[in-house]
Structure formats: C-alpha cells, structure tokens
C-alpha cells in the first residue's frame, strides 16, 4: 500500500528548466527501480526516465542530455530535472515504483501537468 505523489510541474517557457519530485507515502525498498513517465494528449503513455537500485540510469532518447533522474534514498525521494524544454515535452508526467522481478509490486503517483508554451 505505497502511494507515490508528484509536485513540481507547471507552465514553463521554451528553454526553461523544471524539477519534478516524487515523494512515496513509505519508504521504498532500495531494490525497486523508480521511473517518470509522462503522456501527452492523444498519445500513449511513455518512460522518460528510470534509475535503478545501483543508480544505473536510462533515459528515452528524446530527453537524454536533457533531463537527470536522481534519487535520495535518505529523504526517500526521486527527481526529474528537466532542462532546455521544447513545446514537445509538454504532458502529464507520472512517478512509478517498480519491483525488478515481483511484478505484482507496481506503484504510480496521480501525474503533474507540465506545459511548455510562450
């Protein structure tokens, strides 16, 4: 029963910068790979970016030299700095936390609207 919520989006211009946080409502083991996903209007949704429990990270191509994904195991938090936005990236974006073999266990935040417009 974990519940991953989301802040930090909001209405960015072309170029600009955005941190997205996801804070769980209980610690999340340190074995379970966290992610961001987002989903735009019409489309499906799609990974941005994972980090694993050795902090092995990988990114979509679209956003990769882009956007950084960390973790805080100490505050029991995972980051999304996102840089140099484009109109492209805006959409909801979604936290999840994944078992890397229980599938069972498969966690997901209520999403953070994040728009790129001038």
């Known amino acids: 029963q974990v519940q991953l919520v989301e802040s930090g989006g909001g209405l960015v211009q072309p170029g600009g910068s955005l941190r997205l946080s996801c804070a769980p409502s209980?610690?999340?083991?340190?074995?379970?790979?966290m992610g961001w996903y987002r989903q735009a209007p019409g489309k499906q949704r799609e990974l941005v970016a994972s980090?694993?429990?050795?902090?092995?990270?990988n990114y979509a191509d679209s956003v990769k030299g882009r956007f950084t994904i960390s973790r805080d195991n100490a505050k029991n938090t995972v980051y999304l700095q996102m840089n140099s936005l484009k109109p492209e990236d805006t959409a909801v974006y979604y936290c999840?936390?994944?078992?890397?073999?229980?599938?069972?266990?498969?966690?997901w935040g209520q999403g953070t609207q994040v728009t790129v417009s001038s």
């Open positions: 209980k610690s999340i083991a340190s074995m379970y790979v």
């Open positions: 999840n936390a994944r078992h890397p073999y229980l599938i069972e266990y498969d966690y």
């Open positions: 980090i694993s429990s050795g902090d092995s990270v």
